[in-house]
């Protein structure tokens, strides 16, 4: 059964950072490409990063460049999002999900439960 | 960029009956790169609809996807009680990597 756990989420200042990641069980993570999406209270989803199968292509929402990170560890099946000078307008759920198909991601076939970021002081 | 735009924003309807939910694009976009997704409160959202038109895994008939160019829809006949959440549906674009979400249409018991 595919599995993808999220963690790292809580409160931070504005200004300040945090390091989310999504623990996947399941399936063959090194031949996927993930992504992270997110959602603010009561709002829509937004994508926010991606990251191809072995790390070495990344994709940000113009929003979150320069700013957070997206990386991981194929050995330990876990993708990481480093988020720095974070804001109140980052506040959200975040996902992590598995982009498909492999040839050419277009979608998301299995989600995360997510994990919430506050950005409050 | 393109920009989706779901509608309406929220549908009221009765279990039995058919719902047609409304996802526009604002330039001609390929049909392969379209999705939807159903998404319950408090949960993460699930895969419904790929590539315009086919059901993703473990997904009843009763939902079906349609469309072409910049006009997409997702249809579902005879609406059960759990189908009453929200419904988004995504692009994919190439150049950049980009993935675009539709607003939202929340469907909700009349």
């Known amino acids: 059964e595919v599995q993808l756990l999220e963690s790292g989420g809580g409160l931070a200042q504005p200004g300040g950072s945090l390091r989310l990641s999504c623990a996947a069980s399941?399936?063959?993570?090194?031949?996927?490409?993930m992504s992270w999406v997110r959602q603010a209270p009561g709002k829509g989803l937004e994508w926010v990063s991606h990251?191809?199968?072995?790390?070495?292509?990344?994709y940000y929402i113009d929003s979150v460049k320069g700013r957070f990170t997206i990386s991981r560890d194929n050995s330990k099946n876990t993708l990481y999002l480093q988020m720095k000078s974070l804001r109140a307008d980052d506040t959200a759920v975040y996902y992590c999900?598995?982009?498909?198909?492999?040839?050419?991601?277009?979608?998301?076939?299995?989600w995360g439960q997510g994990t919430l970021v506050t950005v409050s002081s | 960029e393109v920009v989706l735009t779901q509608s309406p924003g929220t549908l009221s309807l009765s279990p039995g009956e058919r719902a047609a939910l409304s996802c526009r694009a604002s330039?001609?976009?390929?049909?392969?790169?379209l999705a939807w997704y159903q998404q319950t409160p408090g949960q993460a959202p699930r895969l419904l609809i790929y590539?315009?038109?086919k059901r993703a895994t473990g997904i009843p008939d009763r939902f079906s996807g349609s469309g072409s160019g910049t006009d997409f829809t997702l249809t579902i006949i005879g609406l059960e009680p759990e189908d009453f959440v929200v419904y988004y549906c995504?692009?994919?674009?190439?150049?950049?990597?980009?993935?675009?979400f539709g607003q939202g249409t929340k469907l909700e018991i009349k």
């Open positions: 999900a598995i982009g498909v198909p492999v040839a050419s991601p277009a979608y998301f076939q299995h």
């Open positions: 399941g399936f063959t993570f090194s031949r996927y490409a």
């Open positions: 990251s191809s199968m072995t790390g070495t292509d990344t």
């Open positions: 330039q001609t976009i390929s049909g392969t790169s």
């Open positions: 590539g315009t038109s």
């Open positions: 995504q692009h994919y674009g190439s150049s950049p990597r980009r993935y675009t």
